[in-house]
């Protein structure tokens, strides 16, 4: 994992096209903004796995109906 300090306003670059921001920082919480073109998809962590394990679950189903 690569571990950067950011001010807010600042911010880093993945790749090409994808640019993350540091909008504010408050106590415990750190919001962030994500510029990306829109073919990208950015979720949330736990969103993410939600998605994945719905694909699975209904990829399973699939596979089971006759």
């Known amino acids: 994992m690569l571990v950067l300090t950011r001010k ?3 911010a880093i670059v993945i ?6 921001v540091v909008v504010s920082v ?3 919480q750190v919001r962030i903004g ?3 073109p829109r073919d990208v998809s950015v979720h949330r962590a736990e ?3 939600e998605i ?3 694909a699975a679950t209904a990829a399973r189903s699939e596979k089971a109906a006759p």
């Not at 790749?15 to 993350?20: A, K, L, Q």
């Open 15 to 20: 790749g090409d096209d994808v640019r993350v």
């Open 26 to 28: 408050d106590r415990d």
């Open 8 to 10: 807010p306003n600042q």
């Open 34 to 36: 994500i510029e990306a």
């Open 47 to 49: 969103i993410y796995e």
């Open 52 to 54: 994945r394990g719905g």
